[in-house]
């Protein structure tokens, strides 16, 4: 994908995820692969009103090659998983209450959720009783140092779908922008439900 | 009614139920009884933005007889639906949180849900007071297994409105696309109902 | 009021309150007084999508004088309210699921709301400290026995902004049409709060 | 800003502010700092469908020097606000059920949050790790009493974002139009994840 079409594709992306509500407050930040590198979106915009002025090009180093404004902080955890999953070409991440609550509540470092014919929506998955697993790592304002920590893991643990931080949200993979977004409302469906079974459960 | 009809009358229903959020993820599918046999969605797209070339036509037998890409795997259960229950026109199937964690939470093989007015929005069901009773089956990827394990249990106790598949969905019914749709809406209230009563009566 | 201009008012008001989630499933009824007595809507029509054959033009003792279609049951329930609450010019009977599973929760014959603000948005409250008390009366497939136990609390407690039938909804009065709507817009925040109050007091 | 800039920004504030729910039955109150005063919201309108015949022009004292109808009680708050955070530019007062009950549920004058992400989308913070502080007030009817004690109150712990009034709502603060926009949909979206995060951890 070229620059410009990874911007549009981004534009109308983000009017989709903040319909949901899952970049609020100027949240979130999304990075499509390109020809050249990356593009990624820049610091402090409404994802839900976004334009070409508010990307970033990036080399495959994270080097800024084009575009104003500061690049997001969290820029340095998009290149590291675009090395680490060769066959991811977009990265979404946001902020929904479900995905945040979730992964303050889940206290280990793994969100294993079971039983849901909804986990087919990620790719790989076929049945309902093949566990899908989200790493899950303590917030950490350096993200150079938490990018580390998600590097360490996937040696042991390959990352596939998502990552979430605790208590901040969302990191979805996908080798195409519909595959994120599909693995964004599938993870976001299966979060809600979890949500609600726990608490009808500890009713029992 | 013909082919094209009862795909425009589907394209239609599936916006109406994406903007409830009940087919998340290129989640459920649709179908209508017609002339020749049924239509059916083809699997893997967004029922929200369907097109005529996103559906198959199939004959009584479930062969299909025009139309590109894959039935889904749950045409099988579509089918059965429509031998057992002969006045039904329209089954949709949808993945609302609430179907679905409340098909968890119940662990038998009956869903029962008495005391609400809405309960008349189901046909043939005339007061609060006469229980809607809907069928929950454990899910399988055996799809085929699962349609019969539906017709035994239809043997001995008749399914009218809706069937749930446990951690998976809602199948609903009805002898018109509106009715179908009436029934969706009654439910899914009927269920977002028992989901908080459930939760607001542990606090007594 | 004339008898089109309260149509016109209510298919406007249908669209409004349809949108908000609180008439699914064909469920509700709205009536306005006119110069002839009462407009109400037939019965089994989607609120959201009202035209002005969806509605009966009754005279002052509920009897039909134009228009197609059966008027809903609980048109005895709108007249008797009208009877008892005379500066009353508008009543909207919608379904909610905070209204109906709250009905449900509150065994007894009256739900009393206190220390918020929003009671302020029900016509002669003035402060948080006055309790707001809703009527709750048993759920009655006979709506003409259900209205003559209305009538028979109204000489104890006099009805001012609203009836809940338990485990079916509400019914909001108000001296005109605007009124209402602030009445259903009032009660249904302050229902959606004692919900989640409710729950989160009983973590203490 | 001058006076005519400002209602254009809160009439597009308020539509905005509506469709979010956070300001039902004619709820809430708006301002903005001008070159001559303030400009407010009078009380009374749907806060969705404002228009510039519902404000009101302030002098630095609170006099209505233009515009028809009542100031809102909650004027004095408004100049109050003003008054004790001088880079406050923009005042927006809203009802959401999360904020609402939360006021309630925390029984002591300070609502602590702390561990999220989203804290940083107030100005000022920038970890997870600083908890983000809101004062809470008891509800009054007297509102110069109440503006009074949260004067008060700012003398020991200054005021920065935002102020919770029990039972009652929100009063958010910002250098800007957009800055009060972005923390309210911050705080709000921190309050919906305390709501849930509460009820989780007590099924633990």
Not at 10 to 21: A, C, D, M, N, Y
Not at 78 to 83: A, G, I, N
Not at 181 to 198: K, V
Request: proline residues 2%; negative net charge.
């Amino acid at each position: 994908m070229n620059n410009d079409a990874a911007k549009s594709a981004l534009i109308e992306t983000g009017k989709w995820v903040s319909q949901r509500g899952w970049v609020p407050a100027t949240g979130g930040n999304f990075s499509i692969r390109t020809q050249t590198g990356f593009v990624v979106t820049a610091s402090g915009y409404d994802k839900g009103h976004l334009a070409f002025e508010h990307f970033l090009e990036l080399d495959t180093d994270g080097k800024v090659i084009s575009g104003q404004g500061k690049p997001s902080a969290e820029t340095a955890l998009h290149l590291k998983l675009y090395q680490l999953v060769p066959q991811t070409s977009c990265i979404l991440h946001t902020h929904s209450v479900a995905a945040t609550v979730l992964s303050r509540f889940e206290t280990s470092n793994v969100l294993s959720i079971n039983g849901y014919e909804m986990q087919k929506s990620l790719s790989g998955i076929h049945s309902h009783q093949t566990p899908l697993e989200v790493a899950v790592f303590d917030n950490d304002q350096d993200i150079e140092r938490l990018a580390e920590r998600v590097a360490e893991y996937h040696q042991q643990s390959p990352i596939l779908h998502a990552v979430l931080i605790r208590g901040h949200g969302l990191y979805a993979l996908g080798n195409s922008v519909s595959e994120t977004r599909r693995h964004i409302e599938g993870l976001e469906f299966l979060f809600a439900c979890e949500l609600e079974r726990i608490k009808l459960e500890s009713t029992k």
